[in-house]
Nanobody, 115 residues
Framework: QVRLVESGGGLVQAGGSLRLSCAASGSAFSAHAMAWYRQAPGKQRELVAV???????NYVDSVKGRFTISRANANNTVYLQMNSLKPEDTAVYYC?????????WGQGTQVTVSS
């Protein structure tokens, strides 16, 4: 059974930084792409960043140059380093593991950026 547990969210002032972590278990972590999504109140969930098994990364335009996704296959963890945070980054952030037959989700972690 795949399990994803996010941590690292919190309240930060605009311009600050946070580092989210997602620990995975129950799957061959290194063989699959991992991603971070976010969902703000009243909005649809959106893809923020994805990292392939190869290490290639992609980002939504609104976070390019500010966020960095990375993975540590040795401890089955994916990270999202978020710098220069803006109030519009406020959302629940979800980690996902992408397999051909299904996408698995964590429970989410709240990020709140105050102006």
């Amino acid at each position: 059974q795949v399990r994803l547990v996010e941590s690292g969210g919190g309240l930060v002032q605009a311009g600050g930084s946070l580092r989210l972590s997602c620990a995975a278990s129950g799957s061959a972590f290194s063989a699959h792409a991992m991603a971070w999504y976010r969902q703000a109140p009243g909005k649809q969930r959106e893809l923020v960043a994805v990292i392939a098994a190869s290490g290639n990364t992609n980002y939504v335009d609104s976070v390019k140059g500010r966020f960095t996704i990375s993975r540590a296959n040795a401890n089955n963890t994916v990270y999202l380093q978020m710098n220069s945070l803006k109030p519009e980054d406020t959302a629940v952030y979800y980690c996902s593991l992408i397999r051909p037959e299904a996408v698995y989700w964590g429970q989410g972690t709240q990020v709140t950026v105050s102006s």
